[in-house]
T-cell receptor, first 112, second 115 residues
Framework: QKEVEQDPGPLSVPEGAIVSLNCTYS??????FMWYRQYSRKGPELLMY????GNKEDGRFTAQVDKSSKYISLFIRDSQPSDSATYLC????????????FGRGTSLIVHP | DTAVSQTPKYLVTQMGNDKSIKCEQN?????MYWYKQDSKKFLKIMFS???????INETVPNRFSPKSPDKAHLNLHINSLELGDSAVYFC??????????????FGSGTRLTVV
């Protein structure tokens, strides 16, 4: 079992839909949780960052962490075709190694 | 102004050749990284440099050798290229070794194809 599991998709939704992207993990030491967005032929860019459990909102994006279930989510409201990209989760412990472990990414397609 | 720039963007070369990829960041970050993204999109850390000093060297064949002439540059040299080296190589940088909420800034990648 990989440390971070993420369904590669693709996930195809109509414009305006609410999108839910998820990752599960096995390492209970993970404390920092990040979501990166990667457009085709580009490098990943940091979208959102949360520490420990709880929710964080930024515009149409909400990141949620449930440490008891070792499950994190990214919700996108009112999805747009420009949101079509691969979304990678990443996480790391608070001490020791500061290199995050990445999920393999979920490909999202928002069609008009 | 590109924050993290890599050259070349595309590299097609024959097995057995030696090639280099260059990376430069103008963000003033003190840590730089090389990542490899395979065909299944997994991003794997290869090397990390902090202020020109190697701090992370994952299990990577010694045909791969990073060099950091200064903290704004991190180059990757690959000897005796093999078919399995075909992948996208990303350079990244971060402040404070990736702590807090700065995250990493990635370059656009170098798509290496070994034939």
């Amino acid at each position: 079992q990989k440390e971070v599991e993420q369904d590669p998709g693709p996930l195809s939704v109509p414009e305006g839909a609410i999108v839910s992207l998820n990752c599960t993990y096995s390492n209970s030491a993970f404390q920092y949780f990040m979501w990166y967005r990667q457009y085709s032929r580009k490098g990943p860019e940091l979208l959102m960052y949360t520490y420990s459990s709880g929710n964080k909102e930024d515009g149409r994006f909400t990141a949620q962490v449930d440490k008891s279930s070792k499950y994190i989510s990214l919700f996108i409201r009112d999805s747009q075709p420009s949101d079509s990209a691969t979304y990678l989760c990443a996480m790391k412990p608070s001490g020791g190694s500061y290199i995050p472990t990445f999920g393999r990414g979920t490909s999202l397609i928002v069609h008009p | 102004d590109t924050a993290v720039s890599q050259t070349p963007k595309y590299l097609v070369t024959q097995m057995g050749n030696d090639k280099s990829i260059k990376c430069e960041q103008n963000l003033g970050h003190d840590t730089m990284y090389w990542y490899k993204q395979d065909s299944k999109k997994f991003l794997k850390i290869m090397f990390s440099y902090n202020n020109k000093e190697l701090i992370i060297n994952e299990t990577v064949p010694n045909r791969f050798s990073p060099k950091s002439p200064d903290k704004a540059h991190l180059n990757l040299h690959i000897n005796s290229l093999e078919l399995g080296d075909s992948a996208v190589y990303f350079c990244a940088s971060s402040q404070d070794q990736g702590f807090a909420d700065y995250g990493y800034t990635f370059g656009s990648g170098t798509r290496l194809t070994v034939v």
